[in-house]
């Protein structure tokens, strides 16, 4: 965004805050008391709730504090520490595990509300559970309430030294914690916490997947929807999380792969320093943009681990936590990554494609590395050079590798093993509410990009003034619908209406359906097939299994 929008985007917000809610009557949870806003269009927020508390670096969050008086549940402001790339210097605070909760009103004890929590997209190194984007009215309005989390990100929340001192999944145990305090709390708020579904995006999206696989959220939710991604995808694990800090602590001067010694730097590092060192290690390869990610834990060095076998592993056993679920992608996820293409990416792509292909992968040789690039490179680009006429081809490796297949592959693992429903969607809408490509400046190229989902489900600030009418407001309206029926009663499309008159048909093991959202809703097979089935051999020959 540019500063002008921005300050655009925070004068709408006050103008939201103050002008048009009212303080909520004092409600009691066993923290203490709280009030929230009431807002105007029919529903209550209660802002920056504190789950839990950061005391030490790398460590799982301690217990929820306490207070004293009555806490004013309306700042939306706390944001976990991350480098911010527009702004170019780093934002944000290490304490910052809060949550948002909304509520369709008036707490009621006589009918309790499903609740749906979110998690936020970003990488793992940014974003938050702002309302400023994540404003969910259209999904609170169906009669649900919905949380939001805050959770550590980067370094903060996913170094992985695989000791005592920084086990990994910081970040992953927030999540853990945030659903633990649902479970204790939200019957306060009017919700009930034995039926909670947990949703996300992207890195949320994986992250759901993760809850799906660990013994540590077991319990925890009744039903699952995943986003565009999943614990498959190559930015989802490292394949040598030890390596990736090291890079880090070289930036900040320091030549050491030790862990312990790693330790050392970390905890004795600024804030400020670590975030700038970790911005700092750059890659060229699209496909292994992020340093700090969720790892395999080493096994005896934490009681608790949150995952201590390889995802692909767990889900070969079938030993996860059994739910139904909602899994999909969009159509065009890799125009998000077109503003990252010029001449130099492309020399890159054309001189040595093998550095290009996604870090999750095993091969013996350079040889098997390289003949591997080269079946990739024909697949997509024949024998072309790659150049600005090859968007198209590099939006769809792209999205394939990224979000597609990763989707793909994660429902036909549940499918062996978890005998509840799973329905599959394809969303390829696109219009003005399309935000992610809007603000990329990429309105042009045709598709729904990686995010553009999200506002079809959320109301963010720049959308508040203008109306919605048309097939966005038909779009809306279905996504809410088959989201929130979803939370229900555990079928998408078990209500009915004017704008959603079609039988969402779950998958199987013998047949993964699709129901395929764009100006009308159809159901449909998998889509692009021989894409799919491309990176199934390629990954059923290079997938890392350490």
Not at 125 to 138: I, R
Not at 490 to 518: E, V
Request: proline residues 6%.
């Amino acid at each position: 965004m540019t500063r002008l929008l921005v300050i655009w985007v925070m004068e709408v917000f006050v103008l939201q805050i103050h002008g048009a809610a009212e303080n909520t009557p004092v409600l009691q949870i066993p923290q203490g008391k709280l009030i929230g806003l009431e807002m105007k269009k029919g529903y209550w927020q209660y802002l920056g709730i504190p789950y839990g508390t950061v005391d030490e670096r790398f460590q799982e969050a301690g217990p929820p504090p306490r207070w004293l008086g009555v806490f004013n549940a309306s700042d939306t402001s706390v944001v976990c520490a991350q480098y911010h790339d527009r702004l170019q210097l780093p934002v944000g605070v290490e304490d910052c595990l809060i949550l948002n909760v909304y509520t369709p009103g008036q707490v009621s004890y006589k009918r309790l509300y499903p609740v749906m929590v979110f998690i936020h997209g970003g990488g793992y190194k940014t974003g938050s559970s702002s309302a400023y984007l994540y404003n969910p009215q259209p999904l609170v309005k169906k009669g649900v309430i919905i949380v939001t989390v805050n959770y550590r990100l980067g370094p903060f929340g996913f170094l992985c030294l695989r000791i005592k001192g920084a086990p990994g999944n910081a970040g992953l145990k927030d999540q853990v914690a945030a659903l633990k305090w649902v479970k204790d709390n939200i019957k306060n708020f009017g919700g009930n916490p034995d039926l909670v579904t947990i949703f996300g995006e992207s890195a949320g999206s994986a992250s759901v997947s993760y809850l799906i696989l660990s013994p540590a959220a077991k319990g925890l939710f009744r039903r699952a929807i995943m986003q565009s991604a999943s614990a498959l995808s190559p930015f989802a694990l490292p394949n040598d999380p030890i390596d990736r800090a090291s890079l880090v602590a070289a930036k900040m001067g320091y030549n050491t792969k030790n862990p312990f010694d790693l330790l050392r730097i970390f905890t004795n590092s600024s804030k400020n320093d670590i975030l700038i060192a970790s911005a700092s290690v750059t890659s060229s390869n699209l496909l292994s943009k992020y340093v700090f990610r969720p790892c395999v834990e080493k096994q005896g060095v934490n009681n608790k681990p949150f995952l201590a076998m390889n995802p692909q592993d767990i889900l070969e056993s079938g030993k996860y936590n059994k739910v139904s679920m909602i899994i999909g992608y969009n159509n065009k996820e890799g125009i998000l990554y077109v503003t990252q293409l010029n001449k130099k990416v492309y020399q890159s792509l054309n001189a040595n494609f093998p550095a290009v292909l996604p870090d999750n992968m095993y091969f013996s040789s350079i040889k098997e590395r390289k003949d591997t690039a080269n079946k990739i490179k024909r697949f997509y680009f024949g024998n072309d050079t790659i150049n600005n006429s090859s968007v198209n081809n590099l939006i769809d490796l792209i999205s394939d590798v990224m979000f597609h297949y990763p989707s793909v592959a994660i429902t036909e693992y549940f499918l062996n093993h978890n005998h509840l429903p799973i329905y599959n969607y394809y969303f390829k809408y696109d219009s003005y509410r399309n935000l992610a490509k809007i603000l990329l400046g990429l309105k042009d190229l045709k598709g729904a990009a990686h995010g553009d989902d999200l506002f079809y489900l959320f109301n963010p600030a720049i959308y508040w003034p203008l109306p919605l009418k048309g097939n966005d407001e038909k779009t809306v309206e279905r996504m809410t619908s088959m989201w929130t029926n979803f939370a229900k009663f555990g079928n998408p499309t078990s209500l009915k209406s004017s704008a959603l008159d079609i039988d969402w048909q779950a998958s199987d093991d013998t047949n993964l359906r699709y129901i395929i959202i764009d100006k009308n809703l159809t159901m449909g097979s998998l889509p692009n097939p021989d894409r799919i089935d491309f990176w199934r051999k390629i990954y059923n020959e290079t997938y890392l299994s350490t």
